[in-house]
């Protein structure tokens, strides 16, 4: 027999209760249950971080944890960044400027995790930028446009235009 | 009209929606009804298959099927999977059965599909098929392989053959003469590997039936769906109304998703037998199994000299591991064999190439295509004939340049297409030039001793390319103004991350007086492109990028046509503007939307005289031949001699592709390849056992470039427009990853020269480096 769980979360600001099965994955139950497809998983075994999302701001691997770890928690996923208008935030916005994505598929694990980087570290080098992401594989951009955003990013942050 | 959004730095269309999770992946789709399926795949390199049980697995709960080649239709039961590259070199083809009849020939060759509610009940149930198999001897290394007495990857290979799947004689010029007169001779032995493509989206497929007429919709994550469609049609034995084949968002392609995998068929099978959509999502680990890899080639070359170390005539052989199936059949080490030759004068060359049929992964083309590793092999040639010869490494390469004033020059040697390979155009001599001048080369030498005497062992290498690119047939391209005045361009390109929405709109906007936003662009769908080929080698900016140029000025003269006869004033009068016609000098104008209108008629009234009916262009541009780009990379690294630690501390490429479309997504395409080179260069190896098991199955063995592995790239442009199209493209999507290997390789060799050790092989890890030290490394070991 299949075990199932009630959990309830907040997912990007919603409140949401759902049955769940005690092996699904997280990064499964927001992608098939909640659809929302924008967290994608690349490697199942928790090394390419393309599935990365945030646990009470936190950076998670959703491909190594359960949905019912999940249960209490509050969870962003990239549907969740952007600013309340829709609008691009900074981060979106200089990725686009500096071509730091290209088939988009490693992006939202690129997004979440550099969105916790620079919540504690609001000028970072590029040798730190380099070594917050060196979780996260991209197979297209080989990262310089990446930590070119980010860097301009974090700029625009300090100087307070996003 | 002039060129305004051609070579502009226009921010991507396809950027809002990615970076918001709004993509539309393959596994992002999801249909009413829709099963799940797991391919179960042979654990064995190479067994019989003597019988399949399946009661225990269709007993659970939540499955629907378990299907194997039996259950497949007739059609598909009957035929192998065809070869669309067939050449008269390859002497026994190999190509899998959609699913295994009764022999299996690489780990991972699939067997069943499984299908259930859920991708969770359909693992349970795959790990319940119960598979009797019978254990046969395996091939594992390809030069082993072709030892007397050794065993067959396949029960009915031809004994006479053995593992030899095809042997390719490629001669130019007299190489016999060309030796017999050389000053000098040396040989090289050269092992290469390169690993796989591993984008990071997997590769994936839901085959969904019309629930009506005897017809399928598929997505599938792939380069190109038009000839996955011609595949299928075959194995289905079907007319073209009941195949419709889409590839929405793709994470990354590199080669591999270009090909046609023998599941594919059996999964549109399934979902035609249960007749529910069925979707199947290949997980990781799977990737390692069961897409196709590049992998290994072993060279054995002479180069011939004369006493000024210009070149008389190379000759030797490849051997190349082809794996278990054939699916490119020869293209691969046909391109690796004929880019040897590069930028320089070549006047006597000739290799026979092996091709292998082992128990591994079929192999196919990965990012660069078999070029990687010919550059690797020509530029450690030269580099040996350098120190051979005790000349600088770049004077070697300036005496034997091919200069400008050759162009077009004809290597002699026959390309895959059947046609001379022929260089339309490029400045090689100045691309080493201007490379050399910015990196202050003769300042790196001073600085290499300095370093030395402190025992740091810092090198420089560089490596030259020519890439053939721009491959035909063509690539197709509609312009079309719909009536409510929008612009839509569709084309057969399928990208993966090449920004071809943005490149195509450029260029379609530059015709058709508007912006790129203005301009929506539909790839990859078969049933709204009825010809379409795909997108890989380096050929969308070529073929769907001069196809969109040309169907645009039809559209653009098709609203002209219109528009003069609505206004009364002649065509030549009009000028598109913002999504206007609008008469030169004069307050008069239409309206794209309105003049679309004028262009679909109205019920009744004739259109005779005027102008064909409807706002479009059409065009399926195709090349004479193969445009070729060109390089110059070099690389200053710094080997720790303790720990074998290599580091890159500058990388400079000179490039020129020709007219340049958005010079933000040629960079990110070079940089991007440039990295994916240090891959090969240093990290990635594919490993098997000698029972060709594969050990690396998952990305804590196989290692991928990281963030804090991967330098910043300094680019230098060239821009020598090719004369073989419209628009002088030639491109972008390989340039970055085809010289970086070779360039890698010898900047290691140089930081080492004080121990003489020679690096003959790729990649190279630091513990190989540490090895290859012997003692020197050791004397230094705590």
Redesign the interface.
């Known amino acids: 027999m299949i075990d199932t769980r009630k959990i309830k979360l907040t997912v990007n600001g919603r409140a949401c209760e759902r049955e769940v099965?005690t092996?699904?994955t997280l990064a499964?139950f927001l992608?098939?249950e909640l659809?929302?497809?924008?967290?994608?998983?690349?490697?199942?075994?928790g090394?390419?971080g393309?599935c990365t999302v945030l646990i009470n701001d936190i950076s998670v691997r959703a491909c190594l944890m359960l949905a019912v770890q999940a249960h209490g928690k509050a969870i962003t996923?990239?549907?969740g960044?952007?600013n309340p208008d829709g609008t691009?935030n900074g981060l979106?916005q200089a990725?686009?400027?500096h071509?730091a994505?290209?088939?988009?598929?490693?992006?939202?694990g690129m997004?979440t995790t550099l969105t916790e980087f620079l919540a504690h570290n609001s000028d970072p080098s590029e040798a730190e930028?380099?070594?917050a992401?060196?979780?996260?594989?991209?197979?297209?951009?080989?990262?310089?446009?990446?930590?070119a955003a980010t860097l301009h990013a974090a700029k625009a942050l300090r100087e307070g235009k996003s | 009209m002039g060129a305004k959004w051609l070579g502009a730095r226009v921010l991507r269309k396809e950027d809002p929606a990615l970076l918001t999770g709004n993509g539309c992946y393959v596994d992002d789709i999801k249909l009413p009804g829709m099963l799940h399926a797991v391919v179960l795949r042979s654990p064995h390199p190479h067994a019989g298959i003597r019988g399949i049980d399946k009661a225990r697995a269709l007993a659970l709960p939540g499955v629907h099927a378990v299907v194997t080649h039996a259950d497949l239709p007739e059609s598909m039961r009957n035929q192998r999977v065809p070869l669309l590259v067939p050449n008269p070199a390859i002497k026994q083809v190999y190509m899998p059965y959609c699913l295994a009849k009764d022999e299996a020939c690489f780990v991972g060759d699939p067997i069943a599909i499984v299908v259930a509610d859920n991708r969770y009940i359909a693992e349970d149930a795959a790990s319940l098929v119960e598979i009797d198999f019978e254990l046969l001897a395996s091939v594992s290394d390809c030069a082993a392989a072709l030892a007397k007495g050794a065993p067959t990857s396949h029960r009915d290979a031809n004994p006479a053959l053995g593992n030899l799947g095809a042997l390719i004689p490629l001669s130019v010029g007299n190489v016999e003469v060309a030796f017999a007169s050389a000053a000098h001779i040396f040989r090289e032995q050269i092992f290469l590997h390169r690993g796989g493509a591993f984008f990071m989206e997997c590769r994936g497929m839901i085959a969904a039936p019309d629930p009506v007429q005897e017809a399928l919709t598929i997505y599938v994550s792939s380069q190109g769906p038009h000839r996955h469609k011609r595949v299928l049609l075959d194995l289905l034995d079907w007319g073209d109304h009941q195949l419709r084949i889409i590839t929405p968002d793709v994470g990354g392609g590199f080669g591999p998703k270009g090909s046609f995998y023998a599941e594919y068929g059996a999964l549109a099978a399934t979902a035609m037998l249960l007749r529910r959509p069925v979707k199947w999502i290949e997980d990781r680990q799977e990737n390692f199994l069961s897409t196709q890899q590049e992998r290994d080639q072993y060279w054995d070359l002479e180069i011939a000299v004369d006493r000024d170390a210009k070149i008389l005539g190379i000759r030797g052989k490849l051997i190349h591991d082809s794996g278990a199936y054939m699916p490119w059949g020869v293209v691969l080490p046909w391109i690796s064999a004929t880019t040897v030759p590069g930028p320089y004068v070549i006047p006597a060359y000739q290799i026979d190439v092996h091709c292998v049929v082992t128990n591994k992964v079929p192999t196919s083309p990965v990012r660069g295509g078999g070029r990687p590793e010919a550059v690797v092999v020509m530029e450690r040639l030269v580099d040996r004939v350098a120190r051979e010869l005790k000349l600088d490494r770049t004077e070697v390469r300036r005496r034997n340049f091919i200069q400008p004033t050759q162009m077009p020059y004809n290597v002699g040697i026959i390309f895959r297409d059947g046609r001379p390979v022929t260089y339309d155009s490029g400045d090689y001599p100045m691309a080493q030039a201007k490379a050399l001048a910015f990196v202050n080369h003769n300042d790196f030498l001073k600085r290499q001793i300095e370093a030395r005497k402190h025992g740091r062992y810092i090198g420089l290498g560089l490596a030259n390319a020519v890439e053939a690119t721009g491959l035909g047939p063509y690539e197709s391209a509609t312009v079309r103004v719909s009536t409510s005045g929008k612009i839509t361009v569709y084309t057969g390109a399928t990208p993966q991350g090449q920004s071809h929405k943005t490149t195509l709109a450029q260029i379609a906007a530059d015709q058709l007086g508007c912006t790129p936003d203005d301009i929506a662009v539909v790839t990859a769908d078969t049933a709204a492109t009825g010809l379409g080929v795909g997108s890989f080698a380096a050929r969308t900016a070529v073929n769907a990028g001069n196809s969109v140029h040309l169907a645009s000025i039809q559209a653009a003269e098709k609203i002209r046509q219109f528009a003069a006869q609505m206004m009364e004033v002649s065509e030549g009068d009009i000028v598109l503007e913002d999504g206007f016609a609008k008469v030169a000098g004069a307050d008069l104008k239409r309206s794209f939307r309105e003049i679309a209108a004028r262009a679909a008629g109205m019920p009744g009234f004739s259109m005779k005289g005027g102008p064909e009916p409807g706002l479009e262009g059409m065009s399926h541009f195709t090349p004479d031949r193969s445009t070729y780009s060109n390089g110059t990379h070099i690389a200053e690294v710094e080997v720790d001699i303790e720990t074998g630690h290599l580091k890159i501390l500058r990388y400079v490429v000179m490039h020129d592709c020709g007219t340049v479309i958005n010079p933000m997504v040629v960079e990110g395409q070079v940089v991007g390849g440039v990295i994916h080179g240090i891959g090969n260069a240093f990290f990635e190896r594919m490993m098997y056992d000698e029972l060709a098991n594969p050990i690396s199955t998952h990305f804590g063995d196989y290692l991928l470039p990281l963030a804090t592995d991967s330098p910043n790239i300094e680019i230098l442009h060239m821009e020598t427009p090719s004369p073989l199209n419209p628009l002088g493209i030639k491109g972008a999507g390989e340039g970055g990853t085809i010289p970086a290997i070779a360039t890698l390789i010898s900047a290691v060799e140089n930081a080492l020269e004080p121990f003489g050790i020679k690096i003959s092989e790729a990649p190279i890890s630091a513990a190989r480096i540490v090895e290859l030290l012997g003692d020197a490394a050791k004397g230094r070991t705590r």
């Open positions: 099965e092996r699904m499964d992608r098939h659809d929302l497809t924008g967290t994608h998983v690349g490697c199942e075994h090394v390419c393309v996923t990239v549907e960044l952007a691009l979106q990725f686009r400027e071509h994505l290209q088939c988009g598929f490693c992006t939202p997004l930028i380099r070594l992401i060196s979780g996260n594989i991209c197979r297209c951009t080989g990262y310089q446009s990446i930590v």
